[in-house]
């Protein structure tokens, strides 16, 4: 079946502004993830859903981040006022359960100008 | 804190055998996970150990210790195409959220 996908694949934004990811998990994962991945280094944990609800979202960075999966499936990650510093790699991930594998997207590149 | 700890380099030759460490440092251990990243390409999954010892799948193999906080990624049989970074992964809570070390590149040459 079809895996995780990610849209857009590329966003390139002004500082101030505000834009949108969008990740659709593979059909019948109940968790999802979302992390966001700089050159060089590993991924970094932002927040995940268990179902519709945000269970940890102790990675979200400061309050211009912000999710919803508002049906248990597709999840949308808002960044508010973006910042240089805010250019990365956005990955999601899902999973059957929360204690089963994570299958990645291939990720939104956003870099903010 | 929470760290892991990984070399950031490793090379090796087609065909041969190379082993990539992982040592942890992290407030709760719920499992050690093992990613392939290809430049550009998103991580993929290749192993899981909750429990001591070591599992094996085809060319891969991993070990776990929890008792040392340490984990290796044994590759066997190296191919071009292994040239790719590695990551090794804690699961520090039942919630499932990864954390990840910096990675090893792994470079095959012919």
């Known amino acids: 079946g079809a895996g995780v996908s990610q849209t857009p694949s590329n966003k390139v934004t002004e500082k101030g502004k505000y834009v949108e990811l969008r990740c659709d998990p593979i059909s019948g994962h109940t968790a999802l993830y979302w992390y966001r991945q700089s050159l060089g280094q590993g991924p970094e944990f932002l927040i995940y859903?268990?179902?519709?609800?945000?269970?940890?979202d102790s990675g979200l960075p400061n309050d211009r981040f912000f999710a919803v999966r508002p049906e248990g499936s597709v999840s949308t990650l808002k960044i508010q006022r973006t910042e240089r510093g805010d250019s990365a790699v956005y990955l999601c991930?899902?999973?059957?359960?929360?204690?089963?594998?994570?299958?990645f997207g291939p990720g939104t590149r956003l870099t903010v100008t | 804190g929470q760290s892991l700890e990984q070399p950031s380099e490793v090379t090796a030759v087609e065909g041969a055998i190379v082993q990539i460490n992982c040592t942890y440092q992290t407030s709760g251990f719920y499992g050690l996970s093992w990613y392939q990243q290809h430049d550009g390409g998103a991580p993929t999954f290749l192993s899981y150990n909750a429990l001591d010892g070591l599992e094996e799948t085809g060319r891969f193999s991993s070990f776990l210790s929890r008792s040392d906080s340490y984990g290796y990624l044994l590759l066997q049989e190296l191919q071009m195409k292994d040239s790719a970074s590695y990551f090794c992964a804690v699961r520090g809570n039942q919630g499932g959220k990864l954390i990840f070390g910096q990675g090893t590149e792994l470079s095959v040459k012919p």
């Open positions: 859903f268990q179902g519709t609800g945000a269970a940890d």
């Open positions: 991930a899902s999973s059957l359960t929360t204690n089963r594998e994570q299958y």
